[in-house]
C-alpha cells in the first residue's frame, strides 16, 4: 500500500557531501513522522534523524552539525543532507515512514535501502 523509494547514495571522499531523497507512494492521507535509519556492518541499525509533520527534528550526536533531514509534506518526500562525511558513516541507510495514515488504516514503511560508502 505504500512504497518508499530511496536515492541518492553512493561512494564519496571522507570530507565530501552527499543528499539523499525518499519518496512516499501509495494511498496516502498522511505521514506523521519521517525518518532516516543507518546499519553499517556487524552492527545494528540506528537512528540517524527524524522529522515530523509539524517539522520538530532529532539526530543522533554523531550527526549533529553535519547532516541536517527535511520534508516536503506537499511530496511526501524526505531528504537527508550530509556534509563533512566521515568513514564511519558508511552504511546501508534506510529510509522510515511512521504512522502513516491510509485508506484502510495506519502503518509504517521502510525503504529498501541505499549505501553509502565514504571512503578515499
Known amino acids: 500500500q505504500v512504497q518508499l523509494v530511496e536515492s541518492g547514495g553512493g561512494l564519496v571522499q571522507p570530507g565530501g557531501s552527499l543528499r539523499l531523497s525518499c519518496a512516499a507512494s501509495?494511498?496516502?492521507?498522511?505521514?506523521?513522522?519521517m525518518g532516516w535509519y543507518r546499519q553499517a556492518p556487524g552492527k545494528e541499525r540506528e537512528l540517524v534523524a527524524g522529522?515530523?509533520?509539524?517539522?520538530?527534528?532529532n539526530y543522533a550526536d554523531s550527526v549533529k552539525g553535519r547532516f541536517t533531514i527535511s520534508r516536503d509534506n506537499a511530496k511526501n518526500t524526505v531528504y537527508l543532507q550530509m556534509n563533512s562525511l566521515k568513514p564511519e558513516d558508511t552504511a546501508v541507510y534506510y529510509c522510515?515512514?511512521?504512522?502513516?495514515?491510509?485508506?484502510?488504516?495506519?502503518?509504517?514503511?521502510w525503504g529498501q535501502g541505499t549505501l553509502v560508502t565514504v571512503s578515499s
Open positions: 522510515h515512514a511512521d504512522n502513516v495514515v491510509v485508506t484502510t488504516g495506519v502503518l509504517d514503511a
Open positions: 501509495g494511498s496516502i492521507l498522511s505521514i506523521y513522522a
Open positions: 522529522i515530523t509533520s509539524g517539522s520538530s527534528t
